[in-house]
């Protein structure tokens, strides 16, 4: 799925075809787990069991980066 015209220009670095994840930065890994993956993971045949572990992973570092935690 091709995400790069749908994401906004706040975001430094637009986001890499997944066949290129070794040649990813920091933003577009964080790009990928907090905005465009639980959407792009969810409308896939992705196995139900990865996508709910990638949301709790997800939903804990979101978490985790909270300054009023």
């Known amino acids: 799925m091709n995400c790069r015209k749908f994401v906004p220009s706040d975001f430094a670095r637009k986001l890499r075809p ?3 994840v070794r ?3 920091a ?3 964080r790009l990928f ?3 465009v993956g639980p959407v ?5 045949d ?4 990865l ?3 990638f949301c709790c992973l997800s939903f804990g ?3 985790l980066q909270e300054n009023n935690f």
């Open 18 to 20: 997944l066949k290129h």
């Open 23 to 25: 040649m990813m930065k």
């Open 27 to 29: 933003t577009e890994f």
């Open 33 to 35: 787990l907090f905005y």
């Open 40 to 44: 792009v993971l969810n409308n896939t």
């Open 46 to 49: 992705f196995p139900e069991i």
């Open 51 to 53: 996508f709910k572990n």
């Open 61 to 63: 570092l979101r978490l």
